[in-house]
C-alpha cells in the first residue's frame, strides 16, 4: 500500500519562500507513478500544483503555479520535494503530497491534468500560513 508522508510547512511571511517533503513508500516496481502535490486553500476546491513521473525529469505545472514553485524528486530516497518562493496571503492552505499508479498513458495523463480525480493516494496534509 502507497504511503505518502509530509513534512516541511508552517508559517511564512509573504515574499518568502517555503519547502516541502513527502517520503513515498510501498510503490510497486511493476507499476508507474505519477506523484505531486496538490493544494486546498480555504473556501476553495483542491488543486494541483505540480507533477511529476517517479524516476523521469519532466515536470508539470498548473497554470496558476509555474514560475514560483518548483517540483523535485530524489528516485533513490523516495522523495518529492516542492519549493515555493515570493510566496503571497493566498498560497495559504493544506499542501498534500499525492500519487496516481498504473500504465505510463495513466500516470503521464495524471501528471499533465494534474486532476483531483486521477489520483488514488493522498498524504494527510500539512499547513502552510503565509501571513501579509
Known amino acids: 500500500q502507497v504511503q505518502l508522508v509530509e513534512s516541511g510547512g508552517g508559517s511564512v511571511q509573504a515574499g518568502g519562500s517555503l519547502s516541502l517533503s513527502c517520503r513515498f513508500s510501498?510503490?510497486?516496481?511493476?507499476?508507474?507513478?505519477?506523484i505531486g502535490w496538490f493544494r486546498q486553500s480555504p473556501g476553495k476546491e483542491r488543486e494541483g500544483l505540480a507533477a511529476?513521473?517517479?524516476?523521469?525529469?519532466?515536470?508539470f505545472y498548473g497554470a496558476s503555479f509555474e514560475g514560483r514553485f518548483t517540483i523535485s524528486q530524489d528516485n533513490h530516497e523516495n522523495m518529492l520535494y516542492l519549493q515555493g518562493n515570493s510566496l503571497k496571503p493566498e498560497d495559504t492552505g493544506i499542501y498534500y503530497c499525492?500519487?496516481?499508479?498504473?500504465?505510463?498513458?495513466?500516470?503521464?495523463?495524471?501528471?499533465?491534468?494534474?486532476?483531483?480525480?486521477?489520483?488514488?493516494?493522498w498524504g494527510q496534509g500539512i499547513q502552510v500560513t503565509v501571513s501579509s
Open positions: 499525492a500519487a496516481a499508479a498504473g500504465s505510463w498513458a495513466r500516470v503521464d495523463g495524471a501528471c499533465r491534468d494534474l486532476a483531483v480525480g486521477n489520483i488514488d493516494y
Open positions: 511529476m513521473v517517479r524516476g523521469y525529469k519532466s515536470a
Open positions: 510501498g510503490y510497486s516496481s511493476s507499476k508507474y507513478y505519477c
